[in-house]
């Protein structure tokens, strides 16, 4: 292991280690940090000049309250769940046949579909950006969720793609050709052999394009307006220029446009990073 | 590994049922394909085509052949602007790299809790940019700011970062920097893990230790960890859209631009929309891009090649 593990090290390298580890800890998260101070304290305390100091009064329940309660934050919200959830379901089926067929067929073009799929989903959104709005225009769905939602699922599918491709080929293939042997048709192979395998892959895709869609800000400005179809990174705009300058709120409302995928990375943990750092080791 | 019928078929089947093995993958990549030619392949076309027009986006497009980048090239100071903010994104993002590492290497021991220290330095990466963005502008402002309140301690005077026009940039791209860190952190934790015990021994016994060691033993076997951060590195710094447009929305004077920003600022501005022109500077920022897509994929075919 490396660096030298710190059990081997003195006793006394061993309490500063520990001793170091929160404060690093809080200097690498101090905005952050400042920011869950911000969200707590009343709109006095910003009048009076006293950012820094003890909040003179705990407000965190009335500042979420407000968050909540009175402002467009709760549709926002909404609509990201509803542009994220069906994304995630159409970009992950969608690559799974794709990963599949690029998997386990030997065809030609096989190589060449899947470096598409890679060199596509590397491509600067800001060249896809004018044709993809005047489609959605032309489609009738510019400022609705589907509009969105359709370009999200194309786009994710091409890392998606890689992913599931890499994925199915680390499967033994024994058994792949063993079902043949059995006669059972291919698209059987793929959905009673092939798919249970894959539940890893399937956790892990999902939770990370949860993240990156919920994420997203770039497209929801492009294919969306207002409070009707726009997610919460694109509300939290319209939700500051609402509250300027009260910083209290501001704050609380980041903090709940950050929540949801904050709160999948700590739920699935495991596959989020086995997601993300995939081909890290060979 | 190609399929071959181990003995014939005993009655006479389908022309599907004869033809499945070729015809499955096609029907199984027919949706993904015709998503991802739609909307992926062929506006990238579409965008080469209008960058040679003068177009609003509703009206008639008017052919103007190779204007729109002659104007680029030659005459618009925000293009070069931009450019040259690119490179600083460029060349600064990377240092996202061995920072990553060094927290990696300070991370990687087994004391108590020490999972819950990795994920919470990890913590940035999953919060969205815009957040990551105003954060980081409070953090920033002047008066209310956190850092000028450390600031003052030392005795350093106030500073506007996101308002003077020298300073604007290099405060956006350390905003930057923290998630990218955080997510080369994963990486390298990730492949600190997988490193051969039995060689850091080896080597220890041979008298390798510190830096020597990282850089003899621990880092080429940290190859193909650094590479990702390398890859996703550099498409996050020419993606580079988000943090600008919350935190100073391309200023002050227009300082903080870069190409991705450029190109919706002159395609969907309140000044109009110039779409033509708006498309030029997108080809530009895709050929750039394009260099680095060529390494990644010609590096990504030298392992399809060894390792099948």
New interface residues.
């Given amino acids: 292991m490396f660096p030298t593990p710190i059990e081997k090290r003195s006793r006394a390298a061993q309490i500063s280690y520990q001793a170091f580890l929160p404060v690093v800890l809080i200097i690498w998260l101090l905005p952050l940090v400042a920011v869950a101070v911000f969200s707590m304290k009343p709109d006095a305390d910003f009048t009076n000049g006293n950012y820094w100091g003890l909040p003179s009064s705990f407000e965190l329940f009335n500042n979420y309250g407000k968050v909540f309660f009175e402002s467009n934050m709760p549709r926002y919200l909404l609509n990201s769940l509803l542009i994220t959830i069906p994304t995630v379901i159409g970009a992950v089926a969608l690559s799974c046949m794709a990963g599949f067929a690029l998997g386990v067929y030997r065809f030609k073009g096989n190589l060449l579909i899947f470096f598409m799929f890679i060199a596509g989903n590397f491509v600067p959104f800001q060249i896809l950006m004018v044709p993809v709005r005047d489609l959605t225009i032309d489609l009738n769905l510019y400022d609705t969720k589907t509009g969105l939602v359709l370009f999200h699922v194309a786009f994710q599918t091409g890392f998606c793609t890689l992913f599931m491709r890499n994925f199915i080929r680390a499967l033994p293939f024994p058994l792949i050709e063993a079902a043949r042997v059995e006669g059972i048709s291919e698209w059987r192979i793929f959905l009673y052999v092939v798919l249970p395998l894959m539940k890893p892959a399937l956790a892990a895709l999902a939770v990370l394009i949860f993240t990156f869609i919920w994420n997203d800000y770039f497209w929801a400005v492009v294919l969306t307006q207002g409070p009707d179809a726009q997610p919460v990174t694109a509300g939290i705009t319209e939700f500051n220029s609402q509250y300027r300058a009260a910083y209290h709120l501001m704050s609380a409302g980041s903090i709940v446009a950050a929540l949801p995928p904050v709160a999948m990375f700590f739920l699935m943990q495991k596959h989020f990073i086995a997601g993300l750092t995939l081909g890290a080791v060979k | 590994?190609?399929?071959t019928s181990?003995s014939a078929p005993p009655v006479e089947r389908g022309w599907y049922k004869r033809n499945?093995?070729?015809i499955?993958?096609?029907l199984?990549?027919f949706?993904?394909?015709l998503?991802?030619a739609?909307?992926?392949?062929?506006?990238?076309g579409?965008?080469f085509w209008?960058s040679f027009h003068q177009w609003d986006?509703l009206g008639e497009a008017t052919w103007v052949g190779t204007d729109n980048y002659e104007r680029l090239l030659t005459d618009d100071r925000k293009f070069t602007t931009s450019f040259w903010n690119n490179l600083k994104w460029l060349v600064l993002y990377l240092l996202a790299i061995p920072m990553g590492l060094f927290i990696s290497?300070?991370l990687?021991?087994?004391?108590?809790g020490i999972r819950l220290?990795k994920?919470?330095?990890?913590?940035?990466f999953?919060?969205?940019?815009?957040?990551v963005g105003?954060?980081?502008s409070?953090?920033y402002l002047p008066?209310?700011g956190?850092l000028n309140?450390v600031l003052a301690l030392f005795g350093a005077g106030p500073v506007n970062i996101l308002g003077d026009p020298t300073m604007a940039t290099y405060g956006i791209i350390a905003a930057g920097l923290?998630p990218q860190t955080a997510?080369c952190m994963?990486?390298?934790l990730?492949?600190?893990?997988?490193?051969d015990?039995e060689q850091?021994e080896a080597a220890r016994l041979d008298g390798a230790r510190g830096w020597k060691?990282?850089w003899f033993?621990?880092l080429p076997q940290l190859k193909?960890?650094t590479?990702?951060a390398f890859?996703v590195t550099i498409?996050g710094a020419?993606?580079s859209?988000?943090l600008i447009?919350?935190m100073t929305n391309g200023g002050p004077f227009g300082s903080t631009r870069v190409?991705?920003f450029y190109?919706?600022e002159e395609?969907?501005s309140e000044f109009g929309f110039r779409?033509g022109y708006?498309?030029a500077?997108?080809?530009v920022?895709?050929f750039i891009?394009l260099g680095?897509?060529v390494y990644?994929?010609w590096s990504?075919?030298q392992d399809?090649k060894g390792g099948h």
Avoid: C, K
């Fill in positions: 590994m190609s399929f181990t499945e093995i070729a499955t993958p096609w199984f990549l949706p993904a394909m998503f991802f739609v909307y992926v392949i062929i506006p990238i579409q965008s209008i986006g290497l300070f990687n021991q087994t004391v108590f220290y994920s919470l330095f990890f913590f940035p999953v919060i969205s940019q815009v957040v105003l954060v980081f409070w953090f008066r209310e956190l309140a923290w997510y994963i990486l390298y990730t492949g600190l893990n997988a490193v015990p850091v060691m990282l033993v621990i193909p960890a590479f990702i890859v498409i020419l993606r859209f988000d447009s919350v190409l991705s190109m919706f395609s969907l779409m708006g498309a500077i997108a080809v920022l895709f891009m680095f897509i990644f994929l990504m075919y399809e």
